[in-house]
């Protein structure tokens, strides 16, 4: 087993056994140490996995499959489902496991510092090291059957984060709002994941086999099987992403989350939805692909303008981030959906940058969630006046957000718009224009966020403020401004390892 | 049409116009007695199949055992020996249902069978039938051994609410039981 | 048929385990009456089941044996199912035995007519799987079944019982009367009764074009859809499961459903034509998950709730079976059996752990209750809670109740595999129905009781054992599945 075979395993396994420890632990301050620690552990081995990929690259270029992974590892389990435990990661995968274990390791290292009301911290940073696993065992799964299951485990963590350390306060109404919240996100998104199930073995009953790298391209596969595989396989990744007009969970979900969920959700669970469009979905029925693409752009676009117009009508902070989540997801489904190269190196870099931004930005609305016990929007003016720096941190995260050119969130919207027009037609084209004009509105309610919030008079409660910031939160929120600095400015960063099996995939569609 | 045809025929319409009354009459002793017609033309058109051992398995256990105990019951549990009016229900969807049953299956294995002749087998007697349940079907004949030793305990369970009872013997667990 | 000598050679090694299951269950009546001492009915009943299960296992480790044959044709034949179907039961009778350790204690219930009315059930269950010929299967069935009006009404004193009792009584012996019925015509078409010779007599074109014939399938298949308590036969279930004491009602969903499906399989497997089977199936299974998933939603009491689950689960298993029409060839037959029985071993398995955490919640001797008692519970006994809540997130087949999710991915890989994808679909959507009532279940257990202070109730150790037991069996079969699955397919 090579240093890179090593390092997949170790990746899920850090995490595994760190939740079984911290569960094991019966003090609940080491038991949180412990969490963070498997976190960071997680992270430098995740890092670490990008380390070596020329050789992995030259190894796997003989072959003809369009995934050529870095590393891999494949080892039977259940034969008589088509299940092999075969994980990999390539440059689609990497930036997205690194960035789910850079959230995790905040969100816990967040944790060590604050617990949420309601639960027992240990228990929390557990789930979320559950959590943490299960998205990436996603992100790595190569073959089809443990990609789903990977999709599942996240699902009841989650839920549980959700139902028990979310919502503000224990009143028998708020307990309502999170529980119905809770289920809401749960049975949504087990529809998706249940209709992935269906889906894949579509695949797997006409191919004869789950491996991914072996069926992307999809050249096996009837047109009828590709189109069935692929409807409903776009279904289930489009309630994760989610789409318009499957999103209703996620303003809930998102709302009633504590913090540290709220940032893993918006910050990584919706990229399994638009992970798995690109590399199952995509990769496995191309020729479903191009033949739902048209639909796909135009519910891309309708979410962009959807989600825009609902944000600019929003009174509540959190619920406007997560409403910004269905426009920003828009762009990056429309990355994909225009399947050139362009597009889904734009739908990547979105799914990173969008991670990064969002994530911060939860963070602060959690934050100021927490100083003022409020997140109406009218009771929350006036906090540059009192709190200079949480409310100059969140201008910046805002207008990252927004996709001013040299941050992170330009390069996403900006190219997804770019890949549009290139794929030509009037249909393209209209959506290319549609989607600018919804980049327009993502900056019009995001500065109306900030009219609102940063400035006027201080509201009573702005007004008990102090300005300073704890330790732990500079610590859980810097490594996010530098990475939207960091991405914004040098975009190979993500782009660049990406590139290869972009090419690749873009290759099989023709 | 044979003599065995025409006594088939004559002992069916018996059986089938005794069990109609059975379940019509509304006096209980009645009922039980009409039963005794009805299996016995029952057991009558067995012995017209040659059936013999079947017919008198059919007189000794339904018409001698099972009506006997009927009619025990009627008379321990003190029912009414007149007519019962209030015991009549709707007669309509059982009608419906027996007469739909029977019909159907009359006209099924008519439609199957038409006018095909069906030698008969060698006569049912009680050799015959015991080497059939000794070489062929022992395995369900000692099983069923089982069953009615279940049965039988089962039975002397239900019946008797005092076996089991907590040794205290605290009145309320007889009471209970019996109440039920 | 005269000449032929009345003596037959009986393959005793083939029978063992049935002898060692009556065995027990008369010598329970022996020990019951000579010692008198419930401890020792109560040993004895279980090294019983265990030694049943052994047996069954060694048995069923070598070739097939068949014995009690006619020709080719064979009453008895026990190989790898069957060993499965005896041992499984067996295990099941002593996890439930274990389930009634509070239940007997309590007093009001005779020990040792209950411990002989279960292995005489065990002994039903342990014959069904290796009969070979519809009288006794309809005997075996009986026997596992008869036991259980009686268990179902032993709770003295209590009106529901003996009305659960009563309702039991008359469907099942309607269903049998049916099944019955059904054998004749069958018989009187084909004139024969062994599951294999049916096979082949059925075969031909003639035959099953006669209407008497799908009404003989009809019959049966109907007869043994009640004791398996599928739609629309499924209205006796609920009430009966709730009347019953629990640990009798988790035999119920466990030991006597697998017995109706393990009915069901052999007889639509070795005797009955697929075409005809095939779509009457497919649309029982649909109709029983949603029909059963949909009424599950709004119940308030726990057996209940698990009644309409297992209702629900019943369409689950019986789902494979639909693609049975439109599969290809004989391999894929074969699958769709293994995916059904593979499914229904996956869920005694977890039906089981359900009902021990709910017994164990409870107070000794109590009824399910309300959903409501239970509330909190994982709180104050967090691993039986946890368990619990593992039986029934593994229900709802979702991680980390690996072997539920697994058990669905075998039903939609078999129903895919066979060209079913409709019912497929109608399976994953029914599983996101199932997903509510088990997560409101889940959750419930772990919500705050508020100033409410419930009864303090104190697991007894034979149950939590049972819980643990049949959780850390869940775990493994959840990591490793291609064990269940290969002995299914065996």
Request: net charge neutral.
């Amino acid at each position: 087993m090579s240093v890179g075979d090593f390092l997949l395993v170790a990746v899920l396994a850090v995490p595994a056994l760190g939740a079984l420890a911290v569960a094991a632990i019966p003090r609940d301050r080491a038991a949180r140490l412990v969490g963070t620690l498997a976190a960071a552990l997680t992270l430098v081995a995740a890092v670490a996995l990008v380390a070596g990929r020329d050789q992995g690259w030259t190894t796997y270029a003989a072959t003809a499959s369009a995934v050529r992974p870095w590393h891999s590892i494949d080892l039977p389990w259940v034969p008589g489902l088509d299940l092999r435990f075969h994980l990999g990661v390539d440059g689609i995968s990497w930036p997205l496991v690194v960035l789910t274990a850079l959230l995790t390791l905040l969100c816990c290292g967040y944790s060590l510092w604050r617990v949420p009301g309601g639960g027992d911290g240990r228990a929390l940073v557990a789930l979320l090291l559950v959590v943490e696993v299960g998205i990436l065992g996603t992100f790595l799964a190569l073959d089809l059957v443990l990609f789903f299951l990977f999709f599942e485990v996240v699902l009841l963590p989650m839920y549980a984060i959700i139902v028990g350390w979310g919502g503000d306060g224990t009143d028998p109404a708020s307990l309502d709002a999170r529980r119905r919240a809770g289920r809401k996100f749960a049975l949504y998104t087990l529809f998706g994941s249940v209709l992935l199930l269906v889906g894949v073995y579509v695949v797997v009953a006409a191919a004869g086999t789950a491996d991914i790298m072996v069926l992307t391209g999809g050249s096996e596969l009837s047109r009828t099987t590709q189109l069935a595989a692929f409807t409903l396989l776009a279904f289930a990744f489009a309630v994760k992403s989610p789409l318009w007009p499957l999103h209703s969970w996620l303003p809930d979900a998102h709302t009633q989350a504590p913090t540290v969920g709220s940032v893993l959700l918006a910050g990584v669970l919706l990229k399994m939805g638009t992970y798995g469009l690109i590399r199952v979905a995509v990769g496995v029925a191309p020729e479903g692909a191009r033949w739902a693409a048209p639909v796909l752009g135009v519910l891309a676009v309708a979410a962009i303008l959807v989600g825009s117009l609902v944000c600019l009508a929003q009174t509540e902070l959190k619920r406007l981030i997560a409403y910004s989540s269905v426009g920003h997801m828009g762009f990056v489904l429309l990355g994909v959906a225009t399947l050139t190269a362009t597009g889904i190196q734009a739908a990547l870099i979105g799914n990173v940058a969008h991670g990064v931004i969002t994530g911060l930005l939860f963070f602060l609305a959690g934050a100021i969630k927490d100083r003022t016990h409020t997140g109406a929007l009218s009771e929350l003016s006036g906090l540059r006046e009192t709190a200079p720096r949480l409310s100059g941190l969140l201008a910046f995260a805002a207008v990252a957000s927004l996709g001013l050119p040299g941050l992170a969130g330009f390069w996403g919207e900006a190219f997804a718009v770019v890949a549009a027009v290139e794929a030509g037609g009037a249909l393209w084209t209209t959506l290319a224009v549609l989607a600018a004009i919804g980049g327009a509105l993502t900056a019009a309610y995001l500065l109306r966020l900030l009219r609102r919030v940063t400035h006027g008079q201080p509201t009573p409660a702005v007004a008990a403020l102090s300005p300073g910031l704890a330790g732990a939160e500079l610590v859980a929120w810097t490594p996010l401004v530098l990475l939207a600095l960091a991405v914004g400015l040098a975009p190979t960063l993500v782009l660049g390892v990406a590139e290869a099996p972009v090419e690749a995939l873009v290759g099989v569609l023709r | 049409m044979t003599g065995v045809d025409a006594l088939l025929l004559a002992l069916g319409a018996v059986a089938v116009g005794s069990a109609v009354l059975v379940v019509s009459t509304r006096h209980l002793v009645r009922a039980g007695l009409y039963l005794v017609v009805c299996l016995g033309a029952v057991a009558g058109m067995y012995l017209v199949l040659a059936a013999e051992l079947v017919a008198w398995v059919q007189v000794l256990i339904y018409v001698g055992a099972v009506v006997v105990l009927l009619l025990f019951a009627v008379m321990l549990t003190r029912a009414p020996i007149g007519a019962s009016d209030d015991l009549d229900r709707p007669g309509w969807p059982a009608a419906l249902i027996g007469g739909g049953a029977g019909l159907g299956l009359a006209a099924l294995l008519v439609d199957a069978y038409r006018w095909t002749t069906v030698d008969l087998p060698e006569a049912g007697s009680a050799e015959r039938i015991g080497e059939q349940v000794f070489s062929s079907w022992v395995l369900p004949f000692e099983v069923l051994s089982v069953l009615l030793l279940s049965a039988l305990v089962g039975a002397i369970v239900l019946s008797r609410p005092d076996i089991g009872a907590t040794r205290t013997d605290h009145p309320g667990a007889g009471d209970a039981g019996r109440s039920r | 048929m005269s000449e032929q000598s009345l003596v037959q050679a009986v393959d005793h090694l083939a029978l063992l385990p049935a002898y060692l299951a009556a065995g027990t269950a008369v010598l329970v009546l022996l020990v019951d009456l000579v010692l008198a001492r419930p401890v020792a009915t109560v040993v004895t009943a279980t090294s019983g089941a265990v030694a049943t299960a052994v047996g069954a296992a060694a048995v069923g480790s070598g070739a097939q044996r068949r014995t009690f044959c006619v020709g080719s044709d064979c009453s008895y034949v026990f190989g790898g199912r069957a060993a499965l179907v005896a041992a499984l039961v067996a295990l099941l009778v002593l996890g439930v035995l274990a389930l009634s350790g509070p239940l007997l204690r309590a007093g009001n219930t005779p020990v040792g007519e209950f411990c002989f009315l279960l292995t005489c059930s065990m002994t039903g269950g342990v014959v069904l799987g290796a009969a070979g010929d519809l009288i006794t299967l309809i005997v075996a069935v009986e026997v596992l079944t008869l036991p259980l009006y009686v268990l179902v009404g032993l709770r003295r004193g209590s009106l529901a019982s003996a009305e659960a009792a009563v309702t039991f009584f008359v469907v099942s012996v309607v269903a049998t009367a049916l099944t019955l019925l059904g054998a004749a015509l069958l018989y009187a078409v084909t004139g024969g009764l062994h599951l294999e010779r049916l096979g082949t007599l059925l075969a031909d074109e003639a035959l099953l074009d006669l209407p008497l014939t799908t009404v003989a399938v009809t019959l049966v298949v109907a007869g043994l859809a009640f004791k398996v308590a599928a739609v629309p036969f499924h209205a006796w279930a609920p009430a009966t499961y709730d009347g019953a004491p629990l640990p009798v009602a988790a035999y119920l969903s466990t030991a006597s459903k697998l017995g109706g499906v393990i009915a069901l399989l052999a007889v639509v497997q070795h005797a009955l034509p697929p075409e005809v089977t095939g779509p009457v199936l497919a649309l029982v299974a649909a109709l029983t998950m949603t029909v059963g998933n949909l009424v599950a939603l709004r119940q308030r009491r726990t057996v209940r709730l698990l009644a309409w689950s297992s209702v629900a689960q019943a369409g689950y298993i019986l789902a494979p079976l639909g693609a049975l029409a439109l599969a290809a060839d004989a391999d894929a037959r074969t699958a769709a059996f293994a995916a059904a029985l593979a499914y229904a071993v996956f869920f005694v398995l977890l039906e089981l752990a359900a009902f021990a955490g709910v017994v164990a919640l409870r107070p000794a001797g109590a009824d399910g209750g309300r959903l409501d008692e239970l509330r909190g519970a994982a709180r104050r006994h967090p691993w039986v809670g946890a368990g619990l809540a593992f039986a029934l997130i593994g229900l709802a087949g979702l991680p980390p109740g690996l072997a539920g999710l697994f058990a669905k991915v075998t039903v939609v890989r078999s129903l895919l595999g066979g060209g079913a994808g409709w019912l497929a679909l109608v399976v994953a959507v029914n599983a996101v129905i199932g997903l509510a009532y088990y997560l409101r279940f889940a959750a419930l257990l772990y919500s705050s009781t508020g100033d409410v202070t419930p009864p303090v109730v104190r697991p007894a150790r034979a149950v939590a054992v049972a819980l643990a037991v049949a959780t850390v069996v869940a775990l493994v079969v959840g990591f490793a599945p291609q064990i269940v699955l290969d002995l299914a397919a065996s």
